[in-house]
């Protein structure tokens, strides 16, 4: 039997987003050389909403990029059947960037490590910094985010943490825990 339980609102989402932009632009540099890349799953619409709002902010534009990291994953060959390709587009020299790179849950880091080997067969940034709206801790590789909207350690490794969001409908936006039956 599977429970859930509800870690963040839309309230506290759409809080943690406009925080973490207001954070994210005093490190940059040159907005210039800054870009904005979601990895595919739900990296991809947080990162379209911070983009949105340091945009906003900043009347600038931001560059910014989509990431599949399935060819780049440790666990490809056990995972016994071949995975759904999601697109990647990066339509920019990613060379001296300095590069935000976005997801919306760390677990072990494997991900993460994966987005990485991703981005650096685009070139050479200059800098990578990470952004995760939910740190559920278990890390196997020394992988931290340099933004992180909530910590929420997870016990049991078969539980999971999803955020949901809904591009067009902010208002059903949510983070859960999904915990396994013990």
Do not use: W
């Not at 931001?62 to 990291?69: E, L, R, T």
């Amino acid at each position: 039997m599977e429970t859930s339980e509800q870690l963040l609102n839309n309230i506290e989402i759409s809080s943690i987003i406009l925080s973490a932009a207001s954070e994210i632009i005093s490190d940059i540099d040159d907005i210039e050389r800054f870009a904005i890349v979601g990895i595919q799953g739900g990296g991809v619409e947080l990162a379209s909403r911070l983009r949105s709002v340091i945009e906003e902010r900043t009347g600038r534009s931001v560059k910014h990029g989509i990431i599949d990291i399935t060819f780049y994953r440790d666990d490809l060959a056990t995972r016994g059947m071949l995975p759904a390709l999601k697109e990647t587009r990066i339509d920019f020299n990613i060379t001296k960037m300095s590069i935000l790179l976005v997801d919306d849950v760390i677990f072990t880091g494997r991900s993460v490590k994966a987005a990485l080997e991703t981005l650096m067969s685009f070139g050479r940034p200059s800098n990578i910094k990470l952004f995760c709206m939910v740190d559920r801790g278990g890390r196997e590789l020394p992988i931290q985010p340099d933004y992180c909207g909530l910590k929420a350690p997870v016990n049991n490794v078969n539980d999971d943490i999803k955020v949901c969001l809904y591009p067009g409908d902010v208002e059903k936006d949510t983070v859960v825990l999904a915990k396994k039956g013990q």
